[in-house]
């Protein structure tokens, strides 16, 4: 088990960029799958983006494609999603899922350790 910690959420201008961080505390990092979801109000929770255990993108969603990136950095177990031209559909609290060995999919449950989330809200 690894506990995960998410960052970098906050409010931004539609149009804007933000940088999400997710570091995974524990050994053994690069030996993980990772994802990003989200969960705006009143709606489940959805996948954006996923790397699988030798830190390669699956397929993101298309809500986000084209405008999110997923990367990883071994040297600072940390899991990254860059945001770009954000619109208030975005809005919504992030989520940081790991799983060891896994294969980054877009299912929840495939997921074992997650973070406590960091909010993202984008003004029009």
């Known amino acids: 088990q690894v506990q995960l910690g998410e960052s970098g959420g906050g409010l931004v201008q539609a149009g804007g960029s933000l940088r999400l961080s997710c570091v995974v505390s524990?050994?053994?990092?690069?030996?993980?799958?990772a994802a990003w979801f989200r969960q705006a109000p009143g709606k489940d929770r959805e996948f954006v983006a996923g790397?699988?255990?030798?830190?390669?993108?699956?397929p993101s969603a298309d809500s986000v494609k084209g405008r999110f990136t997923i990367t990883r950095d071994k040297t600072k177990n940390t899991v990254y999603l860059q945001m770009t031209n954000l619109n208030p559909d975005d809005t919504a609290v992030y989520y940081c899922?790991?799983?060891?060995w896994g294969s980054g999919t877009d299912y929840e449950a495939d997921y074992d350790n997650w973070g406590r989330g960091t909010q993202v809200t984008v003004s029009s």
């Open positions: 899922a790991a799983k060891q």
């Open positions: 524990g050994s053994a990092f690069s030996t993980y799958a």
């Open positions: 790397l699988n255990w030798v830190g390669r993108s699956t």
